[in-house]
């Protein structure tokens, strides 16, 4: 797999609001709206391509961040938030290691030798595996109306 990170775009960010995952993973699904849009658009998110095709996405800073978290104290300062998806037919295919691993990579790049802490739906098992073998490890949890989250921290 070669992956490749770059710029967002107003196409890709369509794109990605489109995606439709399966219940449970529906919870994931944008909505196209203009505030959505924008925020995909306001530079802190990256799209991460294989052989030219949208595989995922990545963002870093306040939009990886859960509003409810705020709430119960979840985000402390010190770590840089980060928030990741797959393009939903890439997923469940063995293939996500590899997507994490290069983000990763990517975001160390920006921010060498700082904490990462990433927030994710408890119900999404598969994920949560997938970033305990990146190294991640529980560091809390809370709920909003929707969901209970997991917060998670990487030391680097």
Known sequence: MKFQEQAMTEERARAILSWRYPYPYDFYNGEATA????????GN????TERGELF???????GAQVP????????A???VDIGLG?????TGAGRGAAFVDFLLSEINKRYPEQALRLTVAQFNARAI??????GFVKAGE???DYAAFQVMLKDE
């Open 142 to 144: 809370f709920n909003n």
């Open 35 to 42: 505030e959505s849009l924008q925020e995909l658009m306001d």
């Open 77 to 79: 300062d010190g770590p």
């Open 45 to 48: 998110y990256r799209v991460v």
């Open 86 to 90: 797959m393009k939903p037919e890439k």
């Open 56 to 62: 995922g996405f990545y963002c870093t800073g306040k």
């Open 68 to 75: 409810a978290g705020h709430e119960s104290n979840a985000y």
């Open 129 to 134: 595996r997938l970033y305990e073998r990146a």
